[in-house]
T-cell receptor
Framework: GDSVTQMEGPVTLSEEAFLTINCTYT??????LFWYVQYPGEGLQLLLK?????DKGSNKGFEATYRKETTSFHLEKGSVQVSDSAVYFC??????????????FGAGTRLAVHP | GAVVSQHPSRVICKSGTSVKIECRSL??????MFWYRQFPKQSLMLMAT?????????EQGVEKDKFLINHASLTLSTLTVTSAHPEDSSFYIC??????????????FGQGTRLTVV
């Protein structure tokens, strides 16, 4: 079945460092890909998305490119801030998996940014 | 954005007791609510989908008699873990969407509930 694999955390960075959180997926159809973020004490929020190959999703300085050839959707940010400390979830939604807009999540990656 | 409030955020209960988790949409009518569970270091897994006023649809492998879901109003869904056992200890998250959201990817998530059964 469809699945999402993301790098295990925690990821610890200094402020202004470059961030990459790896995400790869397996899917039988043509999935849409998402990154969600959960700040401490809050619910998951949609951070960005890409619906087809080569699309780039971006928001709040974060970006991720849908790479069909490598089945990846890595999250990047050029200069992280302390306020970016959160748990990041990669997810896919595959209209052809039988669960039309069912979301399939990775395990989440905790990011801790220090001043 | 819209707010979904989940309560309690943490709960510890004794083995054999039941625990109820509430999920409320505070500023919109939630026609559909989703319940997820996450075991340590594993993926967030969809347990069930519930539409207001109808029975929940459970994912394969989820026991409907153990995880009772009620969605009796457009602003409230509850998940009751019945006769809880230590293996039910997990992180449970709800999400909700309105009729205006075409995809559940646009759903709004609660903060989650960490359940520990001792």
């Amino acid at each position: 079945g469809d699945s999402v694999t993301q790098m295990e955390g925690p990821v610890t960075l200094s402020e202004e460092a470059f961030l990459t959180i790896n995400c790869t997926y397996t899917a039988t159809g043509y999935p849409s890909l998402f990154w969600y973020v959960q700040y401490p004490g809050e619910g998951l929020q949609l951070l960005l998305k890409a619906t087809k190959a080569d699309d780039k999703g971006s928001n709040k300085g974060f970006e991720a490119t849908y790479r069909k050839e490598t089945t990846s959707f890595h999250l990047e940010k050029g200069s992280v801030q302390v306020s970016d400390s959160a748990v990041y979830f990669c997810a896919l939604s595959d209209a052809f998996s039988g669960g039309y807009n069912k979301l399939i999540f990775g395990a989440g990656t905790r990011l801790a940014v220090h001043p | 954005g819209a707010v979904v409030s989940q309560h309690p955020s943490r709960v510890i209960c004794k083995s054999g007791t039941s625990v109820k988790i509430e999920c409320r949409s505070l500023d919109f009518q939630a026609t559909t609510m989703f319940w997820y569970r996450q075991f340590p270091k594993q993926s967030l897994m969809l347990m069930a989908t519930s539409n207001e006023g109808s029975k929940a649809t459970y994912e394969q492998g989820v026991e409907k008699d153990k995880f009772l879901i009620n969605h009796a109003s457009l602003t409230l869904s509850t998940l009751t873990v019945t006769s809880a056992h230590p293996e039910d200890s997990s992180f449970y998250i709800c999400s909700a969407k309105s009729r205006g959201h075409s995809m559940n990817t646009e759903a709004f998530f609660g903060q989650g509930t960490r359940l520990t059964v001792v």
